[in-house]
């Protein structure tokens, strides 16, 4: 089984927040179509995107989406974490034991603030939503395990 996660990104007094929603991809539907149905974005919604920003196993096969903004930001939301970040524990085990949404939430912020600087289909989006992007291009840009961290040298 595959389930399609969305974290629906907003700004609530000058600070970059989340909420996830999810939805099981039946047999014959794209994870892109179903993403963009979960989200409940349009082509009619000012600065609309949704962006594929990562996937990990959690039962079942866990496929992320970013989207923004949130159609309804009044609900229930999570402060985006600046750092969050999870490491593996053996050089054997490519993903971490458990994976915490703060830390997912964290990974999908820094990727579209990469994306924001390097993709136009993103800048353009941007564009469109100054407010809540300019608190996306706060977060250190980065893809999966980029985040600075402290790393013990070898001799």
């Given amino acids: 089984m595959t389930t399609v996660e969305v974290l629906l990104l907003s700004q609530r007094q000058g600070m970059l927040r989340y909420r996830a929603v999810r939805g099981r991809l039946e047999t014959g539907m794209h994870p892109d179509d179903l993403a963009v149905s979960l989200a409940g974005l349009t082509l009619c919604t000012r600065g ?6 990562s996937w990990r196993y959690a039962d079942d096969v866990v496929l992320t989406y970013a989207a923004l903004p949130d159609p309804t930001p009044g609900e229930p939301t999570q402060p985006v974490p600046a750092d969050a970040i999870e490491f593996s524990a053996s050089p054997l085990m490519p993903s971490p034991y458990a994976l915490g949404l703060d830390a997912v ?4 912020g820094r990727h ?24 996306v291009g706060k977060l250190a840009p980065g893809v999966a395990g980029s985040l600075s961290a402290p790393v013990l040298q070898t001799v």
């Fill in 48 to 53: 609309a995107l949704v962006h594929s920003t």
């Fill in 105 to 108: 939430a964290s990974h999908a």
């Fill in 112 to 135: 579209l603030a990469l994306l924001l600087t390097t993709d136009p289909v993103v800048a353009g989006a941007a564009v469109e939503s100054p407010e809540l992007w300019e608190l």
